[in-house]
């Protein structure tokens, strides 16, 4: 079953933020919050991930709702090439085993208008 | 750092012959592979844990016989699609986690996928 719910597509306008949700209620006390996405014919590219505190980097801004249930992935100023399927996933952090499985949803389907 | 490298990028082959997709960490080792596939419009689905030196592990309704994975060395994987038929026409991508004990972002580097086509 999947861990996470996230809407099927968003638009949003190039040089503006697009921000992500997903749902993930059942989330548990150790696992942890990563998205990726994939551009089109490409294999995902790793974009962040968080346990509890929202986290940035140079690609982009997690947010975790204080309870853990949900978060938004934040790209602050979206570009054509930020067109992509975007997977949020909820799975063991940091030393987990190496058999440790990433399961991908459906994702969401983001298209930056130019 | 952390590249993963997937040989050939694509592939047309015939009803009835067998198909190999390497896949290759490049700039580090990686005990654990993975494989997944992707039809048009859908996600990406975990076939198979390929762990080097040790036989793989099948996701359910994945035949393993007909799907063979090899991990002979901490930087090679790979699948081997045997008596293909157009059904087996997918997106394969592989990815692999860095060994040498606990990874600090317990990450995997997707390669960039095989695309392959049965006639």
């Known amino acids: 079953d999947a861990k996470t719910t996230q809407p099927p597509s968003m638009d949003c306008a190039e040089g503006r933020a697009a921000n992500l949700p997903c749902n993930h209620s059942?989330?548990?006390?150790?696992?942890?919050v990563y998205w990726y996405r994939q551009i089109h014919s490409q294999g995902p590219q790793y974009i962040i991930h968080?346990?509890?505190n929202n986290e940035t980097n140079e690609m982009a801004s997690l947010i975790i709702t204080e309870d853990r249930k949900s978060s938004t992935l934040i790209l602050p100023h979206a570009t054509l090439r930020d067109t992509a399927v975007y997977y949020c996933?909820?799975?063991?952090?940091?030393?987990?085993?190496?058999?440790?499985?990433?399961?991908f949803g459906k994702g969401t389907r983001l298209h930056i208008l130019p | 750092g952390a590249v993963v490298s997937q040989h050939p990028s694509w592939v047309i082959c015939k009803s009835g012959t067998s198909v190999k997709i390497e896949c290759r960490s490049l700039?580090?080792?990686?005990?654990?592979m993975f494989w997944y596939r992707q039809f048009p419009k859908q996600s990406l689905m975990l076939m198979a844990t390929?762990?080097?030196?040790?036989?793989?592990?099948?996701e359910q309704g994945v035949e393993k016989d007909k799907f063979l994975i090899n991990h002979a060395s901490l930087t090679l994987s790979t699948l081997t699609v045997t008596s293909a038929h157009p059904e087996d026409s997918s997106f394969y991508i592989c990815?692999?986690?860095?060994?040498?004990?606990?990874?600090?972002?317990?990450?995997?580097?997707f390669g960039p996928g095989t695309r392959l086509t049965v006639l």
């Open positions: 990815s692999a986690k860095i060994a040498g004990g606990p990874s600090i972002y317990n990450e995997q580097f």
């Open positions: 059942t989330i548990s006390g150790n696992e942890y």
């Open positions: 968080g346990l509890k």
């Open positions: 996933i909820v799975r063991g952090g940091p030393f987990r085993n190496r058999d440790d499985k990433i399961i």
């Open positions: 700039d580090f080792q990686a005990t654990t």
């Open positions: 390929s762990n080097e030196g040790s036989k793989a592990t099948y």
